[in-house]
């Protein structure tokens, strides 16, 4: 089968079953990175329940970047033998199958504001986590770098443009489309070269659409309200930051927004 041809008949009907997303290596070390300087790891087992997790990816980048955690994966794409993380498990994330107190951890990235940024949701995320135990959550920024370019793509109408330019390029040979990412825009471009996974991208199109459309709406707009929305809940130690372009997460005082690519937030479950 050409890759087009595939296309053809796996182009999105399920938004998220093709998602494949970059640079996690990048934000994995960065969030360690962060987490070790504020001696927020130990060296103990450290049981996570990555929220969200997609096809895991994410998951198996953190366990390389700190090998003492043990990370389970909810989300709710089928499962696929040859792409998924090797603990998970299917189910919705706004209801969790698990006892409180079960996770030493809780982890998510890019997926609250997919649930609305809803309270009840985060108090389903924090029940299973046992008291004084770490969240640590990415959350999408409305004025981000990201989301910028997802705007960028959109205003572009890369979806349709894609979908029409790919027939040109069959095969296994996409030079093409890569200097055409690369025109409309040069960080999608290189990500093209590297990845060269064509059905992800035509995904990361449609995600994107999804992303400006919908999900922009319930973003958290600053640090103060991400400190006050998880003081209500309980939460102690709160530490909001930045995940920068280069993937070093930083203090907000640091950083303008167009610099960024999320917000980064971790804290301890108060233990009463
Ligand atoms: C933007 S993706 C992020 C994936 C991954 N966390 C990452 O950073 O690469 C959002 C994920 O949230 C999942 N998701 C959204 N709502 C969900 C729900 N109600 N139950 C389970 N998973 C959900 C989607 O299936 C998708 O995999």
């Not at 698990?98 to 309270?119: I, K, M, P």
Request: charged letters at 20%; glycine letters at 6%.
């Amino acid at each position: 089968m050409t890759a087009h041809t595939a296309l053809k008949h796996n182009l999105n009907t399920e938004l998220w079953n093709n998602f494949s997303p970059s640079n996690r290596m990048e934000m994995a070390r960065g969030i360690v990175a962060f987490l070790e300087a504020h001696n927020r790891l130990g060296e103990d087992i450290v049981k996570m329940l990555n929220l969200g997790s997609g096809v895991g990816i994410t998951s198996s980048c953190l366990e390389k970047a700190h090998p003492f955690f043990h990370i389970t994966d909810i989300d709710q794409i089928p499962y696929r033998n040859e792409v998924m993380h090797k603990r998970y498990l299917q189910n919705d994330i706004s209801s969790l199958p698990f006892r409180d107190g079960s996770y030493d951890a809780v982890f998510s990235s890019y997926t609250f504001s997919y649930l609305g940024n809803d309270e009840q949701v985060m108090r389903e995320w924090l029940r299973v986590l046992r008291p004084g135990g770490s969240a640590y959550f990415v959350f999408h920024a409305p004025h981000s770098a990201y989301l910028k370019t997802a705007r960028e793509m959109i205003s572009a109408n890369m979806g349709k443009d894609f979908l029409k330019l790919i027939k040109h390029y069959p095969g296994d040979d996409y030079r093409g489309l890569y200097h055409w990412f690369c025109e409309k825009n040069f960080a999608w471009g290189m990500a093209f070269k590297e990845e060269q996974k064509f059905l992800s991208y035509a995904h990361e199109i449609q995600v994107c659409e999804h992303l400006v459309q919908v999900v922009a709406g319930t973003m958290f707009q600053s640090d103060q309200e991400i400190a006050d929305f998880f003081k209500a809940q309980g939460a102690e130690d709160i530490s909001v930051n930045i995940l920068g372009l280069d993937f070093v997460a930083r203090s907000c005082e640091n950083m303008t927004e167009s610099q960024m690519i999320a917000w980064f937030v971790a804290f301890r479950k108060g233990l009463k």
